[in-house]
């Protein structure tokens, strides 16, 4: 059995670019070629008009004026004769009528005494005009000539007598090739015209198609973004918008992907993170539960085990609720006048003890009189976590060294330490939550790796910035620049 796969293709909807492109081109090609096609068309058909007009004109002209003097001497033997001459040279059917629109002759020999009622005999007789002309159909010629489906033209010519007009010249000739030939351009018109918009109609589904291909394919991949797959990327072709949508697409989506990555990874090491406390409690826990006989100082030991996890747990909660409310913008400054170089000194004799106790060296030089306008206690969260990482980090027996100046209209703060010192590929990713150079001591300090992170978004909110400079076994210098800020707002 053989099984036949059948591909299906999925139709556009009218309303689509692709569709609007199409028929955009034909409106234009056909509004465009219309216009082109009527006035050669009238170009053409005014020329062979003013030909024959001209023409016919200047016959019936001279005709009337060497018939003016039969008529008016009522000579109608010569007349008659001299019309049927004059008619088989022209081609044409001649009629002389009276005042009143009578036929006083005629070279058929067929109307005498009936009258002519033609737009282009009252335009001679009532309305004073010296010559007239015009175009009629069948329908409208009726039996002016033995074909009754002949087009004819009518040209008329006053005859006078004295400056008097005594009748009028009536020359009938047929036009019907003419205005075949006129009917026959306008076809050989139409079928250019349908060639071309064959055409058109060819080049706009491939021109169509290459503008609204890489709108496809980047609708296409906002589909699988929006089901979760942010990797997707479209191809960059071409030139002008399209090339500079797809790369704003790419852009984009590479940093959504980013975001998604760091987000992933955030929840990561913040799981571990918490996960890493409550494990060691349990067990000290578990311990003194199964252990009732322990000696007192060992439980003792125990419990303060467990009371330090349970610091470093709430300070991880404290730090991560704190960059959350950032990331929600919904952490604002409570500004206010903030004298730095006083919150500076607090800090120092707030972490002095402990840098004692382990016989570091904690020294400031500190500008006085350094004021602006800020968040007094995001402030002192930029000094103290990078007084704090500084002392955590730095061997027995260092030291660390603060200094606070102004400069161009900003506060600066350089904290240094002689410490361990950051590696080079890591100075790029210390401010990163939960980044950390060497995890097994940061621990044992009771780091949480947020600190740093902190700093920044602190510095950032403040319209400030945070660097390093460091070299592995020389220490490190961390130096922050917040902008000075007067009450109006202006640095």
């Known amino acids: 059995m053989v099984t036949i796969s059948r591909t299906r293709i999925k139709r556009q909807p009218l309303s689509s670019i692709r569709w609007k492109i199409l028929l955009a081109f034909l409106l234009i090609v056909g509004l465009s070629f219309s216009m082109m096609a009527s006035t050669l068309t009238g170009l053409v058909s005014d020329y062979l008009y003013e030909q024959r007009i001209r023409q016919d004109s200047l016959s019936v002209e001279k005709l009337a004026t060497a018939a003016a003097p039969l008529f008016s001497q009522r000579q109608m033997t010569q007349l008659n004769e001299t019309l049927s001459a004059a008619a088989g040279e022209m081609g044409a059917r001649l009629m002389i009528v009276d005042r009143d629109g009578k036929i006083q002759a005629d070279s058929f020999r067929q109307w005498q005494g009936r009258r002519l009622p033609l737009q282009e005999v009252l335009a001679i007789l009532t309305g004073g005009e010296y010559s007239a002309w015009g175009l009629h159909s069948p329908e409208d010629a009726g039996t002016l000539m033995e074909d009754p489906e002949s087009y004819v033209a009518i040209v008329s010519s006053a005859i006078n007598r004295g400056g008097e007009t005594i009748g009028a010249l009536v020359s009938v000739s047929p036009v019907t090739e003419m205005v075949q030939s006129l009917a026959l351009v306008q076809r050989q018109l139409m079928t250019v015209f349908l060639a071309v918009a064959a055409a058109a109609l060819l080049v706009a589904l491939v021109f169509s198609q290459v503008i609204t291909r890489p709108i496809s394919d980047l609708t296409a991949s906002i589909r699988k973004m929006a089901k979760g797959d942010l990797s997707v990327r479209v191809a960059v072709r071409g030139s002008g918008e399209l090339r500079e949508l797809a790369e704003s697409y790419n852009a984009m989506a590479r940093q959504l992907e980013a975001i998604d990555q760091s987000r992933s990874q955030f929840v990561q ?59 929600s913008h919904d952490l604002t400054l409570q500004t206010e006048t903030v004298d730095l170089s006083a919150l500076v000194e607090e800090t120092l004799r707030l972490l002095r003890p402990k840098a004692e106790q382990r016989h570091l060296t904690l020294t400031g030089d500190i500008a006085e009189g350094c004021v602006l306008l800020a968040d007094r206690s995001k402030l002192g969260q930029i000094v103290y976590n990078l007084t704090d990482n500084a002392l955590k980090y730095t061997p027995d027996g260092g030291h660390i060294h603060l200094r606070l100046w102004t400069e161009a209209g900003e506060a600066l703060l350089r904290v240094q330490d002689d410490g361990i010192g950051i590696p080079k590929e890591d100075q790029a990713h210390i401010f990163e939550r939960f980044y950390r150079v060497d995890k097994a001591r940061s621990r044992e300090t009771g780091g949480t790796g947020l600190g740093l992170s902190i700093v920044r978004q602190m510095a950032q909110l403040h319209g400030g910035s945070v660097t390093v400079e460091s070299d592995p076994g020389e220490g490190s210098v961390f130096t922050v620049r917040i902008p000075i800020k007067h009450k109006e707002g202006k640095a």
Request: negative net charge; hydrophobic residues 35%; without cysteine.
């Open 269 to 327: 090491n913040a799981s571990h993170e918490l996960k890493t406390p409550l494990a060691t409690m349990k067990i000290l826990l578990e311990t003194l539960l199964y252990q009732p006989d322990m000696p007192q100082e060992l439980r003792e030991e125990f419990m303060g085990d467990m009371n330090h996890e349970i610091d470093r747990l709430t300070g991880i909660i404290t730090d991560l609720l704190t960059l959350s409310q950032n990331d």
